[in-house]
């Protein structure tokens, strides 16, 4: 079946999902929105028949040019590359801008 071309963080809410962390506030805050929705951090795509793809974490998107690109996919791709055996991206900050 076909899939959303959309990727989005992957929430969830229901009586299943925690209430919070156990005595930490901060990191509740920071998981469970206003509305109740825990934010999982993990990417993802829906198909037409509700199953959810994971495809990777928002702290490893990258944006540039209004765009998002996640470092799964430009593995994935250069490893296509028949001189490419192996390949693994790092983070290097630029404070330039």
């Given at each position: 079946m ?5 990727v989005?963080?992957i ?7 925690m ?6 506030t901060?990191?509740?805050e ?9 934010h ?6 829906m ?10 974490r928002?702290?490893d998107?990258i944006i ?9 996919e430009i593995?994935?791709a250069?490893?296509e ?17």
């Amino acid at each position: 079946m076909g899939q959303c071309s959309t990727v989005g963080e992957i929430c969830a809410k229901s009586y299943g999902v925690m209430i919070g962390y156990h005595e930490n506030t901060e990191a509740t805050e920071a998981a469970i929105d206003d509305n109740n929705w825990l934010h999982t951090g993990d990417l993802g795509m829906m198909d037409l028949r509700g199953f959810i793809r994971v495809t990777g974490r928002v702290k490893d998107m990258i944006i540039r040019g209004r765009e998002n690109h996640f470092p799964a996919e430009i593995e994935s791709a250069m490893l296509e590359y028949p001189a490419v055996n192996d390949i693994y991206g790092v983070e290097i900050h630029d404070d330039s801008n």
